[in-house]
């Protein structure tokens, strides 16, 4: 079993991995829902699975201190879907 993360630095890159294989595994899903503006709702599932892992590999003190995954998730989703065509933006 892998060690629990103790470092904001290390947590922050897992909560980019985390974002970055959603993103990966579900570009058509991503771009619908930034078309209908239900981007999280679409992803709900992929979303929890990325929770889960980060919160079974994250020690508390630091995931309670930041919200490391949500902002990792923003960043690598909507940020890097700026290009596709939507009304919410």
Do not use: C, Q
Request: hydrophobic residues 45%.
């Amino acid at each position: 079993m892998a060690s629990m993360i103790k470092t904001a630095a290390s947590a922050h890159r897992l909560a980019r991995t985390i974002a970055s294989d959603i993103l990966l595994y579900n570009k058509e899903k991503i771009a619908e829902g930034i078309k209908d503006d239900t981007l999280f709702d679409i992803l709900a599932d992929e979303i929890a699975e990325g929770h889960k892992l980060y919160d079974a590999r994250v020690d508390p003190s630091i995931r309670d201190k930041h919200n490391l995954l949500e902002r990792a998730l923003v960043d690598v989703l909507i940020k890097s879907s700026a290009h596709l065509p939507t009304d919410i933006w």
